[in-house]
């Protein structure tokens, strides 16, 4: 029987603290779970939701009902906050990280959960990495694409990159900034074209801009298929190569590239294989933004199991044998095995 494991989904936590009336500063989001759900930031209303966004017991019935064994619950990327001083967003992820580590806990496994960290302050993020992980007991970390205006590959980041290799965290990469990726604003601009050029920058970041040749250990999976970067690297690929002396740069880059794990999260099958083609398929994982999109679990596995029968490399251990592994750290290609 295969295994199902909904790898992108995001939850958010009752209780949290109101950053927003501690600090005056109306960018903190917010829950008002009254009768009609919604996420605020200050008295503005960022989106509205179903009470499963913060029910898990109304979460665990929709598992059922779509024969989904096990969720990775991640927080929903507007509480990333990498633009708050370093002490509020402590309090405030510190809070969400009890939080969901309490609910995956209390989920008879069927439940995992991935922290955050306040990631522009590199020292403050690493002592909560280990929280995390040691005390919390949590499967990873989520983070964004880009922190406080930093690239992934800025020099500041490089202590928290080699605490997360030496501790084998998984890290799950979700753009957060796509308005500031684009030149265009409002919907369909942002979602649409906004998340995947955020997403496809910080992969660029890790690839080409080093992170993943100075700490190989690292074990990270970037959402909506990597965004914009499966179909852009061939051509970054051909730029490095202008400018490059080393004959194997090219080979060297693609095998990078395949040490990455990326979700599933695409609207048509015909874009899987290219998935395959760039990062392999013990690399994709099923994932289903549960509960924002409409389709709800329907549509995303219509698409992996669409691009099955398409017969070009996809199995069914995308489904969930896949994120198991990358969760337990299990197989990842590292980077010397040329074989």
Not at 126 to 153: F, H, P, S, W
């Amino acid at each position: 029987m295969t295994i199902t494991v909904d790898f992108h989904a995001h939850h958010f936590p009752v209780g949290l603290p109101d950053m927003g009336a501690a600090t005056g500063d109306p960018r903190w989001p917010r829950l008002d779970p009254t009768d009609r759900p919604r996420l605020m930031r200050g008295d503005e209303v960022f989106r509205v939701v179903r009470s499963v966004c913060f029910d898990p017991v109304e979460r665990l019935a929709e598992l059922d009902a779509a024969g989904i064994d096990h969720q990775v619950l991640s927080p929903v990327p507007v509480t990333l906050v990498d633009w708050a001083a370093p002490a509020d967003a402590a309090r405030f992820l510190s809070a969400q990280n009890d939080a969901l580590a309490a609910i995956a806990r209390n989920s008879g496994g069927r439940f995992l959960a991935l922290g955050a960290l306040p990631l522009q302050d590199t020292e403050l993020a690493i002592a909560e990495m280990a929280r995390v992980r040691d005390d919390l007991g949590m499967d990873g970390i989520e983070i964004t694409a880009m922190v406080d205006g930093r690239e992934l590959d800025h020099d500041s980041l490089a202590p928290f990159w080699a605490a997360a290799a030496a501790e084998q965290v998984p890290i799950f990469i979700h753009p957060a900034h796509q308005r500031s990726a684009i030149r265009r604003t409002g919907q369909p601009y942002e979602f649409g074209l906004g998340m995947l050029t955020d997403t496809a920058l910080a992969a660029a970041a890790l690839v080409y801009g080093g992170v993943l040749e100075r700490h190989p250990g690292l074990r990270i999976a970037l959402s909506h298929g990597c965004g914009s970067f499966p179909w852009v690297h061939p051509r970054l690929r051909y730029m490095e190569s202008l400018r490059s002396s080393e004959p194997a740069r090219g080979r060297a880059l693609d095998e990078l590239v395949r040490l990455l794990f990326v979700d599933c999260l695409v609207f048509e099958p015909t874009h899987l294989p290219v998935l395959v083609e760039r990062f392999g398929a013990d690399h994709l994982l099923y994932g289903t933004d549960h509960p924002f999109l409409p389709e709800g679990f329907d549509g995303p596995r219509g698409v992996v199991e669409a691009a099955i029968e398409l017969g070009a490399g996809l199995d069914h251990r995308c489904l969930g044998a896949n994120a198991l592994d990358f969760l337990a750290g299990g197989p990842s290609r590292p980077v010397d095995d040329r074989g």
